[in-house]
């Protein structure tokens, strides 16, 4: 290559176009031994070490930009032998600034999957700030390459924006509210990646996969993307659900709704039925041992139900509901737990349980209330209570066979 630069020199002005093509020769074999044996050298020897940050840099194209500057930086050098126009001199210092804006890109993009990669990723997403650092890099590199081709100063051009001020507010109105309302999902901690976020007006309800600068992404559950614009988001009300995971319980909130006509008073039969229940065994014992002297100590006989105190199949079967969600094994008793019962309605009276489930994910804590409610609602009978339930037509056919 030596002897070839030296031949370059000695030959005479009409074979200039010999030096052009000797020039591009040598840039090409420059830019070959960069891309094919520099490269991949590195390449090889990154592949080697125990940390992931070489292997990014080289995945996402560093290093290949930079070979680009190689060839161009030895062209331009050699400009004042070419004796190239002004107007190749100011294009190629725009490649190379062009390339150099390029590589620093990459770098950056390479420096957000590392961070992406990390323990510190799920605490703050800082994608909308990389894909802002991103935009001025490329407004001032735009500037830049405009200046070397135009053969002006960057500050003539930088101090033309002053007076497009407005222009240019309208122009990026939604990546400055973009901009706010990142800053506040980071700062706030409204959300991150990986969250269940339910967003009614963008009928939007699942988890969070990606969170950028102008918008933001939600997978729902039946696994379609709904895309929302940052600032909107921000905007409109939403529910993060991710509260609800981080504090190990999920709130099942249901209720029974019982045929007041089967509500009644206990009668001894019943009581000594009720008493065999192990989850109540202790109840009745406390609760008869109660009424009976409340009875004895106001005088009232204890064959008369309305004058004292008595026990009711509801008020029972409340007691057991407590009791047998008490001793459930999925069941939160270190959170809400509530038995009530709720005003009377047109279709029953209402009795609601209030309590958490120990697990939180979605197909267990399904399970458990199922569970619970397939026990509760057959054993409802033992207490000779029945659950409301508006007419059907077989009602009504089993009504006409009894009135004919």
């Known amino acids: 290559?030596?002897?070839?630069?030296?031949?370059?020199?000695?030959?005479?002005?009409?074979?200039?176009?010999?030096?052009?093509?000797?020039?591009?020769?040598?840039?090409?074999?420059m830019y070959l031994s960069m891309r094919h044996i520099i490269l991949k050298s590195i390449s090889h020897i990154f592949k080697k070490t125990s940390t992931d940050l070489d292997d990014i840099l080289i995945?996402?194209?560093?290093?290949?930009?930079?070979?680009?500057?190689?060839?161009?930086?030895?062209?331009?050098?050699?400009?004042?032998?070419?004796?190239?126009?002004?107007?190749?001199?100011?294009?190629?210092?725009?490649?190379?600034?062009?390339?150099?804006?390029?590589?620093?890109?990459?770098?950056?993009?390479?420096?957000?999957?590392?961070?992406?990669k990390s323990r510190y990723s799920n605490r703050l997403n800082i994608k909308s700030y990389i894909q802002v650092i991103k935009l001025f890099i490329n407004i001032f590199g735009i500037i830049i390459i405009i200046a070397f081709l135009t053969g002006k100063s960057p500050v003539y051009f930088l101090s033309g924006i002053g007076a497009l001020t407005a222009v240019l507010m309208?122009?990026?109105?939604?990546?400055?509210?973009?901009?706010?309302?990142?800053?506040?999902?980071?700062?706030?901690?409204?959300?991150?990646?990986g969250d269940w976020v339910e967003a009614p007006q963008f009928d939007a309800d699942g988890d969070v996969i990606d969170i950028a600068l102008h918008s933001v992404k939600i997978q729902n559950w039946d696994k379609t993307i709904s895309i929302i614009p940052t600032h909107k988001l921000i905007d409109s009300s939403f529910k993060n659900w991710q509260g609800m995971s981080?504090?190990?319980?999920?709130r099942i909130k249901r209720s029974i709704k019982i045929d007041m006509s089967s509500i009644k008073f206990c009668n001894d039969s019943m009581i000594e039925k009720?008493?065999?229940?192990?989850?109540?065994?202790?109840?009745?014992?406390?609760?008869?041992?109660?009424?009976?002297?409340?009875?004895?100590?106001?005088?009232?006989?204890?064959?008369?139900?309305?004058?004292?105190?008595?026990?009711?199949?509801?008020?029972?079967?409340?007691?057991?509901?407590?009791?047998?969600l008490r001793n459930h094994?999925?069941?939160?008793?270190?959170?809400?737990?509530?038995?009530?019962?709720?005003?009377?309605?047109?279709?029953?009276?209402?009795?609601?349980i209030y309590v958490f489930s120990s697990d939180t994910n979605w197909v267990s804590y399904e399970a458990i209330q199922s569970n619970i409610f397939d026990h509760l609602l057959a054993i409802l009978s033992e207490f000779d209570l029945k659950v409301f339930q508006n007419p059907t037509g077989n009602d009504y056919r089993e009504s006409l066979k009894k009135v004919q």
């Open 1 to 29: 290559m030596q002897k070839l630069l030296n031949y370059i020199l000695s030959v005479s002005n009409d074979q200039w176009y010999v030096v052009y093509l000797a020039v591009i020769i040598i840039s090409y074999l």
């Open 59 to 116: 995945e996402k194209g560093v290093f290949n930009r930079l070979s680009y500057l190689v060839p161009l930086i030895f062209i331009y050098n050699l400009k004042d032998l070419l004796a190239v126009y002004e107007i190749v001199d100011r294009v190629l210092i725009a490649l190379i600034a062009l390339i150099f804006i390029s590589s620093i890109n990459a770098f950056i993009n390479a420096l957000s999957d590392i961070y992406s």
């Open 170 to 193: 309208l122009v990026f109105k939604d990546t400055i509210l973009s901009l706010v309302s990142s800053v506040q999902i980071s700062s706030n901690d409204l959300f991150k990646i």
């Open 246 to 250: 981080d504090s190990g319980g999920r």
């Open 274 to 324: 009720f008493k065999k229940f192990k989850v109540i065994s202790d109840y009745m014992s406390r609760k008869l041992s109660e009424v009976e002297k409340h009875n004895l100590d106001n005088n009232i006989n204890a064959e008369g139900l309305i004058n004292g105190r008595s026990l009711t199949n509801i008020g029972t079967f409340r007691a057991y509901v407590e009791g047998y």
């Open 329 to 352: 094994a999925s069941i939160h008793n270190e959170m809400t737990f509530l038995v009530r019962q709720l005003s009377p309605e047109s279709d029953g009276l209402p009795i609601e």
